[in-house]
């Protein structure tokens, strides 16, 4: 069965627009299980954020809150946009730029206290450098005021 | 004054690279003889002139002239001469400066080893390298010029960033450079055939080597990004589908396709236009991922915008070489007819099946990478897509790819008997499939189906691989390097898989607080903590963990994470420097978390094994790629 | 029609990254603009002493956010110099910095401020609405902000958009 000019270039063409479609299809089933939506402390305590979904949340930690437990490696903290306030705990190591007053962003889920359970803490390799999601949610409660 | 001079390099080499990139092509255009012979004594100009301003400002580095403002906001006195040297590259200007020199010497590659070349088609490729070319001195000297002066000069400079004071960075990026810009042949040479509008053979044939050894530098600098992650971050990742690793991935997928599709146009003169597209997208892709990892745009799109200068001559620029040689593609392309002819059953269609898979696979990183990137600039919300997206997507789409890796290359061209195939392959399937299978159960006593996939697609490999080998030995007298190479490659793959499987399911990793003198034991490796000291470094002072691993009581490994702060202007910068033992088994890897109270410490501990393969393998694929290359009939400068 | 399709599909991708780009919120003018300044009272970095922003009242004001580990500061400091030549009243705003590097900074660099505050924790800051230096805020006479340039003044656009509403709010007495 030879094929002529014609018809494998239509082969050609139906593989690559099945291929696409495919991985169309897989993408957005997939993605709707990984896309991570990202909220400021004000949108989670004012409830924009859902509860029972895992999250980002960014901030400022605020001076003076971060509290180690001594016999684990659990620390608590609260995360601020300048306008409310969100505790926050993790356990774990956290990111060698993490410091107080320094902006991060956290993954996780509200415990039925209203604590924000991160299981991941992310901080930038760079003195100067704000999280843009930080910043973005910092203009915003800004904006709130 | 050395700046000025390197500034002043860097106009010439504009300017010589616009005659380089208009003159030929005029007199490729008019038949004139004297305009086309001026192409290759301006690529040799450019190539000097370009390593003039590089080298003006290696030296503003090496002596700390921080009067240069690039050069105070990426070095101080304190930085190892290495980190000096590769501190030209550590950020946006001087890797544009990096990317044109890169650019330049390839361009002075092809005009040395490509004499054989008909004068109009040499002389058009040339232009169209020296019309890259001029799009990126543009970028550098009206947005982005390495050489700006600050007044006064400051006494010290900025440190260079800690995560880039590793010898596995320094050199990641020319790496990655003379992958990228290495398609810039085959593009070139995919538009000037479209030029010329001869788009027979040829040109594949003449592109082949270079695309094939630009694939071989990207593949190993990927593979050197993804370990030095591995070892500096401290987080015992090698991939982290981090946008700008995905930016580097996506052209080495797309350039994967085009090694496979240039050898069915080279060999059975099939897929003319098709591969002619896929040189251009590969070539497009590298401008799109050099592009957007260094305007910052993957960060977010407010990134991009805080100097929208930048932004706007970035997009001008792809609109202009992309569209333009696509809307050139659109033109030409109709008139193509590919000769060859071939069945279902062929080894034709196992590559373009090969290519639709790799392409497939591509589409998906580019809707993960650039996804959040749309929906943020359409103000609908901030999302990031995780990497479960990525992990699964990848796993669906390497099934099919691992099974055609397996039967390709045992189907002979144009036409193939399925019975035969069938024949020769089904044992191999079989076994490779059980003892894939049985092989968890073998390791932990538990039945894991996509472990055991996953090891029996690594098996399936090697084994039709070697069996491919065998056949060649055993039929043929000749044993071209070519062939060994994609052997060797294919191999790569195979030891990829097989490590990429075993690290996903048994690796074991535990943040852990110990004092001095505990112990923890990860997957029967008993980590003893010993101490913490200080130790110093030229531009930075540790504390130093000490851990001793032991196996059934005997003593297998010392480990030394370092917490390392590096002084620079401001307050001291952090950085985590794990400790790892390789061996062809297992990792064992330790990296220090925190003191926490008097004397303890947090410390993370990891068990990887096979993690080794991973690079291995994308070793074998280099040294594949480069043994393809360097066979016997590349080296015939006329053919 | 198939030879076209890589054309449109990437004509459509541009546009959308166009249309992102365009979208910029950094664009739109910071909330604080035409609101009074916020309240702070903050140590002075050299001596003892404090600066209340009610000082801010009664001429108008440059408020220009720095720090000795910001880069763009150093590279816009000529020009806010030059500013203070010409007679402008600048205060300097020291943002998360330690004590000894910011005043060592200022002795090798000039001092061109009529006072500096030091906000070493960042928390005045917030309130301001700071979220990197170098920033600068124009207030009026009558403690208003009117204009913010995020970024270094030394850039040439800063630079005229700055001068543009200095011109305009200080009509001949500056």
């Known amino acids: 069965m030879s094929m002529n000019k014609r018809s494998k270039r239509k082969l050609l063409v139906i593989m690559v627009v099945m291929g696409v479609a495919l991985a169309t299809v897989l993408g957005l089933t997939a993605f709707e299980e990984n896309m991570m939506y990202f909220y400021s402390p004000t949108e989670v305590n004012n409830g924009t954020a859902p509860d029972t979904r895992t999250i980002r949340v960014g901030g400022l930690v605020v001076e003076g809150t971060v509290e180690r437990a001594t016999e684990s490696l659990l620390v608590k903290f609260d995360l601020t946009d300048g306008a409310e306030v969100v505790k926050l705990e993790y356990s774990g190591i956290l990111p060698d730029l993490f410091r107080e007053g320094q902006g991060i962003v956290a993954m996780g889920k509200l415990n039925d206290k209203r604590v924000f359970v991160a299981n991941e803490v992310l901080a930038k390799h760079d003195e100067n450098y704000m999280p843009p999601e930080v910043a973005d949610a910092l203009e915003a409660a800004e904006q709130e005021k | 004054m050395i700046p000025e001079i390197g500034l002043f390099a860097l106009i010439i080499a504009f300017g010589i690279a616009i005659v380089q990139g208009v003159v030929p092509l005029v007199g490729a255009a008019r038949n004139d003889a004297t305009m086309i012979s001026l192409a290759r004594p301006a690529a040799w100009a450019q190539l000097l002139f370009v390593s003039i301003a590089y080298a003006a400002l290696t030296h503003a580095f090496v002596v700390h002239d921080f009067s240069v403002l690039y050069v105070s906001r990426h070095s101080n006195l304190v930085q190892p001469l290495m980190y000096r040297i590769s501190g030209v590259w550590g950020s946006h200007e001087g890797s544009m400066l990096l990317w044109a020199l890169i650019l330049s010497i390839w361009t002075t590659a092809v005009a040395i080893y490509s004499r054989g070349l008909p004068a109009a088609l040499m002389a058009r490729v040339l232009a169209v390298m020296g019309l890259i070319s001029v799009g990126f001195y543009a970028f550098m000297l009206w947005t982005s010029n390495p050489f700006e002066r600050i007044f006064p000069a400051p006494a010290d400079g900025n440190a260079l960033n800690p995560l880039l004071q590793d010898p596995g960075l320094a050199f990641h990026p020319p790496m990655l450079y003379m992958g990228y810009v290495g398609f810039s042949v085959a593009f070139a040479f995919a538009v000037a055939a479209l030029l010329g509008g001869k788009l027979d053979a040829t040109w594949a044939r003449w592109s082949r080597p270079w695309t094939t050894v630009a694939w071989s530098f990207l593949t190993f600098g990927i593979a050197l990004g993804s370990w030095w992650a591995y070892n500096e971050l401290g987080w015992g990742g090698w991939w982290f589908w981090d946008p700008v690793e995905n930016a580097s991935f996506m052209p080495w997928l797309v350039g994967t396709a085009l090694i496979h599709s240039l050898a069915s146009t080279e060999k059975r003169g099939v897929f003319k236009s098709w591969t002619v597209l896929l040189a251009i997208l590969a070539f497009s892709m590298s401008l799109l991922g050099t592009f957007i990892v260094r305007s910052g745009v993957l960060v977010s799109v407010h990134a991009f915008a805080t100097d929208p200068s930048r932004g706007v001559f970035i997009l001008i620029f792809l609109c202009i070489v992309i569209g333009s040689s696509l809307a050139l593609y659109a033109w030409r392309s109709g008139s193509v007819v590919s000769t060859g002819r071939f069945t279902w059953f062929s080894r034709e269609t196992a590559l373009l099946l090969n290519n639709v898979i790799l392409l497939t696979a591509t589409t998906a990183v580019f809707v993960g990478t650039m996804y959040p990137l749309v929906v943020d600039a359409l103000g609908i919300g901030k999302i990031s897509v995780g990497r479960p997206y990525f992990d699964t997507m990848f796993a669906l789409v390497s099934m099919p790819l691992i099974l055609l890796l397996g039967i390709g290359p045992a189907m002979r061209w144009k036409s193939d008997n399925s019975q035969r195939i069938i024949k020769s392959l089904a044992i191999i399937f079989a076994a490779s499939l059980s003892v894939g299978i049985m092989l968890p159960f073998v390791i932990d006593g538990v039945f894991n189906i996509a472990t055991g996939l996953g090891l029996a697609g690594a098996l399936w490999i090697a084994i039709t691989t070697l069996q491919s080998l065998y056949h060649r030995i055993k039929t043929s007298s000749r044993l071209p390097l070519s062939f060994l190479g994609m052997i060797l490659a294919h191999l790569g793959m195979a030891m990829f898989v097989a490590g990429v499987t075993m690290v996903m399911t048994y690796h074991q990793e535990k943040d852990v607080r110990l004092e001095p003198g505990a112990t923890y034991e990860l997957s029967g490796y008993e980590f003893k903590f010993i101490g913490v000291k200080n130790v110093d470094g030229p531009n930075y002072t540790a504390q130093e963990g000490h851990l001793e691993v032991r196996d059934q009581g005997e003593k297998i490994a010392d480990l030394y994470p370092q917490k390392r702060a590096y002084s620079g202007m401001g307050s001291p910068m952090p950085m985590t420097e794990a400790s790892v033992d390789t061996n062809m088994v297992r990792d064992l890897y330790a990296a220090m978390g925190e003191q926490l109270g008097d004397t303890a410490w947090s410390l993370r501990l990891y068990y990887k094994p096979m993690i080794s393969w991973i690079w291995l393998g994308c070793l074998f694929m280099t040294v594949g790629g480069v043994l393809a290359v360097s066979d016997r009939r590349y080296r015939q400068k006329r053919s | ?174």
């Open chain 3, 1 to 174: 029609m198939q030879r076209f399709m890589p054309l449109i599909i990437f004509g459509l991708l541009v546009v959308l990254l166009a249309v992102g780009l365009t979208m910029d919120p950094r664009l739109v003018p910071s909330p604080l603009i035409g609101k009074p300044a916020p309240a702070f009272e903050l140590p002075l970095l050299n001596g003892e002493g404090v600066f209340n922003s009610e000082e801010l009242k009664g001429k108008i004001t440059l408020l220009n956010v720095w720090a000795s580990w910001c880069y763009a500061c150093r590279q816009e400091h000529e020009v806010v110099k030059q500013l203070a030549r010409s007679g402008m009243n600048i205060v300097g705003f020291n943002y998360k910095d330690k004590k000894q590097d910011a005043q060592q900074w200022l002795a090798q660099l000039g001092n061109p401020y009529q006072v500096v505050v030091a906000d070493e924790d960042g928390r005045a800051a917030i309130d301001w609405g700071v979220y990197g230096a170098p920033e600068t805020f124009l207030i009026d006479k009558d403690g208003i902000i009117r204009h913010k340039v995020i970024g270094p003044v030394s850039d040439q656009k800063n630079f005229d958009d700055l001068m543009a509403v200095v011109k305009e709010i200080s009509g001949d007495n500056l």
